[in-house]
């Protein structure tokens, strides 16, 4: 959506909608096209405006969706690859089956260019059609916390003050890894850790947080806006078993503050280990734990982030790279 305003307010037109509704607190407000991503409904209506514009497709579900709808359609569609699809399709029928679908696309959105070697040597994409566009994050709506903000932060979320505090935004899920940080906690006393994120783990974890670390874990549940966690951060965690290129390390990075996350996906290009943050082995509570001593209170290196931030993912730097591509695709079908 922000990629959306974005484009709109540079004389795009952009209409944002998804394939069916949304779940739980943090669903968007937008128009979904069935209540299934492969039903008929969907697909039909997918088709109908996929003949009015190109459409931009966003995350697996919608890649099926978008390659059986809109084959031969004037238009196609732009496939943005959003994790990292060594692991989201490794082997088998599934990478067979993405392998198929990836070359209905007219174009493919890789976050990196390990992404992009990866997109074309496992799974045949052309590289003339792959295109290597990194996430972009509004450096507006991220700015460091002042000391005012981050006492109110605290106080609101019912944090000590002086505390120390740790910050996971995402998901409840397995391959979030949320239950490798609260077991990190065993070994961070006097460190709080704040959860901003809900899923089906939720009720697990819970249970685990209360034996390992009682009443230093706090769930807050999805929030629309997580600025409230974030300036309450000492650091942030990103405990994740995959990732691709993680918005929530850049959104923390251009707020300053320092990073421990797990060397999986594309985590290495946002964080450099030692200077801009800490990168550790995933499924590893120790060394998460250890990071996160490497990394709290250490302010040059939440300053080093942001600087690396501001160039390489700052949404200014990244749309004219959008718009570049979109010309070039409407010049083709022309």
Sequence with gaps: ????RALHGRGWNVRTVALTPGSGQDRLDLHALGRDAL??????ELRRRGRE????????RTLPACALALVGTRHGFVYRNIGDPAFWAPSG????????ALRRARAVVALTSGSAETLRTRFGVDSTSIWVVPNGVDA??????????RVSARRHLGLPPD????????????????DVAVDAMAALAGFHLVIAG???DRAALTIRAEQVA??????LGALRDAGVAYDAADVVVTPSRTEGLPAVLIESGLRAIPAVATDVGYVRDIIVDGETGVVVEPDDPAALARGVHRACGRASMGAAGRARCLEKFDLEAIVPRWETMLRTLARDAD
């Design 53 to 60: 514009a190109l459409v931009v497709a966003h995350g697996s």
């Design 214 to 219: 009682p009443d230093r874990v706090h769930f």
């Design 1 to 4: 959506m922000t990629l959306g």
């Design 39 to 44: 039903s008929v409904t969907t697909l039909r």
């Design 198 to 200: 809900d899923g089906p």
């Design 140 to 149: 507006r709506d991220h700015r460091p916390a002042d000391a005012g903000a």
């Design 93 to 100: 029928f599934r990478a067979f089956r993405t392998r198929l």
């Design 163 to 178: 505390g120390r505090v740790l910050v996971v935004v995402g998901a409840l899920t397995a391959e979030k890894g949320v």
